[in-house]
C-alpha cells in the first residue's frame, strides 16, 4: 500500500489525478475529535495529522488543490480564526515529501496565530504553501498563472483566509494574486497596496535584538557582530539597519550566488557574505554577539544548538526551533537567549493588516509598534517576556506562547469566531467537488 505522506509532492500529485481528485481538504471536527478527510483516499493524511503531537494542534482546515491548467500544488492552511480571518503569506518552496509541505503549512500557520495575537492583530493564522517541482512551476512564463491560480484558490475559501507575501513569492505575484481574489494583501502600491513587508519586519527585528542586549545588561547594539542567516528580502534590509545602529561586523549567509555582490550595496561597512548549499548552518556557529536567523525554520535543533557560540538568538526566520517543546530548553541551559520569531518579527504582517485601512507617511501606527512608549511595541513586549522568563524560570519561548495562546482564543468583537463558521459550510456545500 502506498504511503501517500511519503510520495514526493510530483508523484501526489499524479496519484490525486489518478483518482481524479483535484481538490481535497482535511479538517478538524470538533464535536467528534478527529479529523474529517473529504475523500477516503486522503483518510491516511487525516490519521497522520490526528496521531501528530509537534506540528498538528486542531488546525481549524487545510484545503489543497492540484491546480487546474498549471499543475501546481498549492494548499491554504488555517489554523484559529477566534479573533478573525486566518492570515499570513504564501511560500513557494521545495519540498521533499508530502508530509514535509503538509507540516511546513502546519507551522507556519499556527506560527501565524500567534504572531497576529502577540501584535494585538484582530486576525488569526494561516498560511499558504505551493510545491516548486510540480506541475509547470519551473516554467518562467506559467508564473503568473501559477499565483493567479492560488488567488482562485483563495477566493473559493470565502474569505476564511487572507493571503499575503511569504518566502519564494513576490510583490509582482501577488498581483497575479490579487487580480483574482481581494482576500489578499502586499500588492504593489501602483494597485493600492503597501508592498514588500520585509522592511518593517527587519526594523522589528532589530527592536527584538536591543530589547535582549538591554536584558542582559550588554548595552546598544553599537559595536556588536552580528551573524545573519538569508540575505534575502528580510536579510539585506536587516543589514542596513544594524549599520545604522553602529553595529561594527555583519557575516551573511546565503544560497543564492547572487548575494555575493551584497558588500558593494554597504561601502565601508564591514560585511562577509558566504554563499553555502541548502542546509547548511554553518554561519550560526560564528563567534558573534547575535546569531539572526532570517531565512527558513528549524535551524535550531540539537545538531545546530551545542555550537552556537552567540549570547542571543532573534532573527526573522519563522519557526525557528525544530521542535517546540525541546529546544528551547536546549538554547536555555546553554545560556543563550533565545527571542522566539513570533514575538520579534511582526512587523510585516502588521504591515499587511493596515494595508485595508489607508496610508500616512511617516505611519504613527506603525512607530508605535516599533518604539518604545507603548506597552505592546516589540520592544517592551520583548522586555516583559524576558523578565518574566528570569522571573519564572520558564523559557522565554514558553512565556511567549503562553500569553500568545491565551490572547488567541479572544473572540472577534463585532464578528466572533466567523472563519470556523465558513469552513464548516465550505464542508458541508462540498468544496472539494469545485
Not at 7 to 35: K, N, Y
Not at 58 to 71: L, S, Y
Not at 318 to 329: I, S
Not at 406 to 422: F, V
Request: aromatic residues 6%.
Amino acid at each position: 500500500m502506498t504511503d501517500i505522506a511519503q510520495l514526493s509532492p510530483a508523484d501526489f500529485c499524479a496519484w490525486l489525478t489518478e483518482r481524479q481528485i483535484r481538490r481535497f481538504s482535511l479538517v478538524w471536527d470538533e464535536e467528534a475529535g478527529s479529523v474529517r478527510a473529504s475523500h477516503l483516499d486522503l483518510a491516511p493524511l487525516a490519521a497522520l495529522l490526528e496521531s501528530d503531537r509537534r506540528d498538528f494542534d486542531r488546525h481549524e482546515g487545510i484545503f489543497v488543490q492540484v491546480a487546474p491548467e498549471t499543475g501546481v500544488l498549492q494548499a491554504a492552511v488555517i489554523h484559529r480564526t477566534c479573533r478573525g480571518q486566518g492570515a499570513g503569506g504564501v511560500r513557494f518552496w521545495r519540498y521533499d515529501t508530502v508530509e514535509g509541505f503538509l507540516r511546513d503549512g502546519l507551522r507556519l500557520a499556527r506560527g501565524m496565530t500567534h504572531k497576529n495575537a502577540l501584535a494585538g492583530l484582530w486576525w488569526g493564522g494561516g498560511k499558504g504553501v505551493m510545491a516548486r517541482e510540480t506541475g509547470s512551476s519551473g516554467d518562467v512564463g506559467a508564473r503568473r498563472r501559477i499565483y493567479e491560480e492560488y488567488g482562485e484558490l483563495i477566493t473559493s475559501l470565502q474569505g476564511c483566509y487572507v493571503t499575503a507575501e511569504d518566502v519564494g513569492t513576490a510583490v509582482e505575484d501577488m498581483a497575479a494574486v490579487f487580480s483574482k481574489t481581494r482576500f489578499t494583501t502586499c500588492i504593489p502600491p501602483r494597485l493600492g497596496g503597501s508592498g514588500n513587508p520585509s522592511v518593517p519586519t527587519a526594523r522589528g527585528v532589530v527592536r527584538g535584538m536591543e530589547a535582549a542586549l538591554a536584558h542582559l545588561g550588554r548595552g546598544s547594539l553599537h559595536g556588536k557582530t552580528v551573524a545573519v542567516q538569508g540575505l534575502g528580502h528580510v536579510g539585506e534590509p536587516l543589514i542596513g539597519f544594524l549599520r545604522e545602529k553602529g553595529v561594527a561586523r555583519v557575516i551573511g549567509s546565503d544560497i543564492d550566488p547572487s548575494r555575493r555582490d551584497l558588500p558593494a550595496l554597504f561601502p565601508g561597512f564591514d560585511l562577509e557574505v558566504r554563499i553555502g548549499e541548502r542546509g547548511d548552518n554553518s554561519i550560526l556557529f560564528e563567534p558573534a554577539d547575535i546569531v539572526a536567523p532570517c531565512a527558513t525554520g528549524g535551524v535550531l535543533n540539537p545538531r545546530t544548538i551545542p555550537q552556537i557560540r552567540a549570547a542571543v538568538v532573534c532573527g526573522a526566520a519563522n519557526n525557528q526551533l525544530e521542535d517546540p517543546e525541546r529546544d528551547d530548553t536546549l538554547l536555555q541551559e546553554r545560556g543563550i537567549l533565545y527571542l522566539p520569531d513570533f514575538l520579534v518579527n511582526r512587523m510585516g504582517i502588521v504591515n499587511c493588516a493596515d494595508e485595508q485601512y489607508g496610508f500616512v507617511d511617516p505611519d504613527p501606527r506603525i512607530e508605535a509598534h516599533l518604539g518604545d512608549t507603548w506597552d505592546n511595541s516589540v520592544y517592551n513586549l520583548a522586555l516583559q517576556v524576558l523578565e518574566q522568563s528570569r522571573r519564572t524560570g520558564a523559557t522565554p519561548a514558553r512565556v511567549a506562547l503562553g500569553l500568545a495562546e491565551e490572547r488567541s482564543r479572544e473572540l472577534h468583537p463585532l464578528w466572533g469566531h466567523r472563519g470556523a463558521q465558513i469552513i464548516r459550510s465550505l464542508v458541508r456545500s462540498g468544496w472539494e467537488k469545485g
